[in-house]
C-alpha cells in the first residue's frame, strides 16, 4: 500500500509539530493546517486519508469540520485530537463521522497505532475487494497450449512472475496479449490484488493524466470531486497498459518517471505519493521503429522491454487449434444454449482457416456458431460464409454446392454426400463409418433421417453391411 497521506489539524504550532513528526516518524506523509477553515479548503482536495484533527480551535469546531466533510462526499478518516476527554464528546464525534479519538498529551506510541490500524483496515479492504472480484470472475481459465511458440510463452511468463520486473508483451492484434498479462499476474505474489486494464489508445488525450494519475477536487473545469488515478488504484496489485505504443509523447515522460521513482502526483495536488504497482505493457506496433521515428521515447521502451515475451499468431499454432476449439466450445457459448459439438467438416474448415484475427476472430466465429447450431451441433453452415468459401474443400465443394437453395440446405446435402461415400468406403458398416468420421452412431442414423429420412430405407442408399 502506499504512505498514508495525513493532514494534521490544529490551531497550536508547538501540537502540530509534534503529531507531524510523530506521523512521519510511523513512515507517513503528512501536511498540516492551521486551523478549521484552511483544513476545510486543504480536505475539499479530496487527496488526504486521515485527519488528525484538534476539536477545540479559535475559527471553529473540528466535529463540526467532520460533518461538512461527510456532508460534502470526503471519505477522509478522521481521528479527534481533544483536552477535553468525555464520553459525551467521544459519542459527539464519532456521530458525526470520527472514527476514534485520542487525548493530550499525544504519545507517539498511540498516534503510530492507530495510523498502522487504519492503514491495515484499508489493506484488508483492497485485498477483499480483489478477492470479491476472482470469486466472481467468470471468465475461462487458461487453455493449456501444445504448441512449441505458446509452450515458451508460458515457460517465459512463470519466470519472470515472481519478480517486480516491468514486463512488455508484443504480438499481433488478438492474439491474446491481456490473456497473457494476467497469467503473469496470477502466477505472482500480487495475484491477490488489484489487477487493472486499461487501453491506451480509447482514453482521450486531454483526460490521459487525470485516469494515470487522478486529480483533486476541482483541479480542472467538471472535477467536482477527488479521483484516485490508475496507479494507486493498482497499488499492490498490476497495471496492464494495452497499446501503450499509442501513448503521446508527453504521457510517455510522466510513465517514464513512475515507472522509474513509482511516485505519482494528482492533478492539483503538491503531494507526491508512492506506489507500489507492477507495470506490464503490450502492443502490435514495432515500438522500435516508433523509436526510430520519434513518435516513442527510448528511454521509456527500454524501461518496459526490461523483459520482452512475444506472442506467435494463431496461424503458426496449429497444433494448439483442436483443443483450442472445444475449450472455447465449452466456455463461449452463451448460457442456456447447452453443451455444443461439432461436425468433422466443419472443424476441418476451421483448422483450414488464416485466421487473420488470430484467437479474437476464432472466439467471435465460434460464439456465432453456437447461436445458430442446430440440435448442439455445430455444422459447417453455421460458419460464416467468407470462412466456408475460402477454406470448404474444393473437391467436395464442387460435387455438392450448387447455386441453388439456402446455404444451409447446401451444407446438409454436402455432409449427406460425405456420409453415403464413408458408409461405401466402409462396405456397408455404418459404425464402422461413424468412426472414420468421429461421431457416433446414433449421430450418423439421425443426420440421415434429418437430411433425407428414407435415405437407408431407398435403393439410393449405400449398402449397408450385415453386421
Known sequence: MPSLNVLVVDDEPALRQILAAAVIKAGYSVEQANGVKQAATMLSRGDFDVALCDIKMPDGNGIELVRNC????????????????????????????????ITKPVRYEEVAHRLSQIDALRGLREENKALRKVVSDSSPKLYRFTSP??????????????????????????????????????????????F???????????????????????????????????????NGGTLFLDEIGELPLHMQTKLLHMVEDKEVRALGSEQVRHVDTRIIAATNADLVNLVKEGKFREDLYFRLSMFQIQ?????????????????LLHNLCPSGLGTMEIDPLAEEVLLAHRWPGNVREL???????????????????????????????????????????????????????????????????????AQKLGIGLSSL?????????????????APVHPS
Open 70 to 101: 461527510r456532508a460534502a462526499g470526503i471519505e477522509t478518516t478522521f481521528i479527534m485530537v481533544t483536552g477535553f476527554a468525555s464520553i459525551e464528546t467521544a459519542v459527539e464525534a464519532l456521530q458525526a463521522g470520527a472514527s476514534d479519538y
Open 311 to 327: 506472442i506467435p499468431p494463431l496461424n503458426e499454432r496449429q497444433t494448439d487449434m483442436p483443443g483450442l476449439i472445444r475449450f
Open 445 to 461: 442414423y439421425r443426420k440421415f433421417d434429418e437430411f433425407q429420412p428414407d435415405a437407408l430405407s431407398s435403393g439410393d442408399a
Open 363 to 433: 472466439e467471435n466465429v465460434i460464439t456465432r456458431a453456437c447461436i445458430l447450431a442446430e440440435d448442439n451441433r455445430i455444422s459447417v453452415a453455421d460458419l460464416p460464409a467468407t470462412i466456408i468459401q475460402t477454406n470448404l474443400p474444393k473437391t467436395l465443394a464442387g460435387a455438392a454446392i450448387g447455386s441453388n437453395g439456402s446455404l444451409r440446405d447446401q451444407m446438409r446435402k454436402l455432409e449427406l454426400e460425405i456420409l453415403q461415400r464413408a458408409i461405401e468406403g466402409a462396405g456397408g458398416d455404418r459404425k464402422l463409418a
Open 196 to 234: 487493472l486494464q486499461v487501453n491506451c489508445s480509447a482514453v482521450p488525450e486531454h483526460l490521459l493524466e487525470s485516469e494515470f494519475f487522478g486529480h483533486t477536487k476541482g483541479a480542472f473545469t467538471g472535477a467536482d470531486h477527488a479521483r484516485k488515478g490508475l496507479f494507486l488504484q493498482a
Open 149 to 194: 511458440g505458446m509452450l515458451e510463452v508460458e515457460r517465459l511468463a512463470g519466470k519472470v512472475a515472481p519478480t517486480d520486473c516491468t514486463v512488455l508483451i508484443t504480438g499481433e492484434s488478438g492474439t491474446g496479449k491481456g490473456v497473457v498479462a494476467r497469467l503473469i499476474n496470477d502466477q505472482s505474489k500480487r495475484r491477490t490484488g488489484p
